[in-house]
């Protein structure tokens, strides 16, 4: 005899349908979600982390702002190993805003320094700050 799998439940829902439409939400669940102001799927499509940051916009180096985090995009144009103090990496970036950022890295392994090789193409996120030769993440 051969066995039949259930049909899954259909969601056809719209912005909004209440969060208790969906499997798995009770009313303790919606009461939680509700204390935090989510009472549709809308609000619930809507909802980002306390902490959310928004990685999906890119700046031009030249327009960074310190203190201000960015993601940037560019094209490494210089590499340093420096063992003064303490083993430091620093990579310089350029973008076609002609403008420069040093990435310094203090905890790298050798495959690291090796991935940035001139030219290559990479893209960074952090807040940027005043440093020696410029801006610095």
Request: net charge positive; charged share 20%; proline share 7%.
């Amino acid at each position: 005899m051969a066995r039949t799998r259930p049909a899954a439940p259909v969601l056809a829902a719209s912005g909004e349908t209440p969060v208790t439409a969906l499997p798995g939400v009770g009313p303790a669940v919606a009461a939680k979600l509700q204390a935090r102001g989510i009472g549709s799927l809308q609000d619930l499509w809507l909802h980002l982390p306390l902490r959310y940051e928004d990685r999906t916009r890119l700046s031009a180096i030249a327009a960074l702002q310190p203190g201000a985090a960015a993601q940037v995009e560019g094209r490494v144009v210089a590499v340093e190993r420096g063992f003064r103090y303490r083993p430091m990496l620093r990579v310089a970036v350029e973008d076609d805003s002609r403008g420069t950022l040093v990435l310094r890295f203090f905890h790298f392994r050798a495959a690291q320094v090796a991935q940035f090789a001139v030219g290559a193409r990479l893209r960074c996120y952090g807040t940027p700050r005043p440093g020696q030769h410029g801006l610095e993440i």
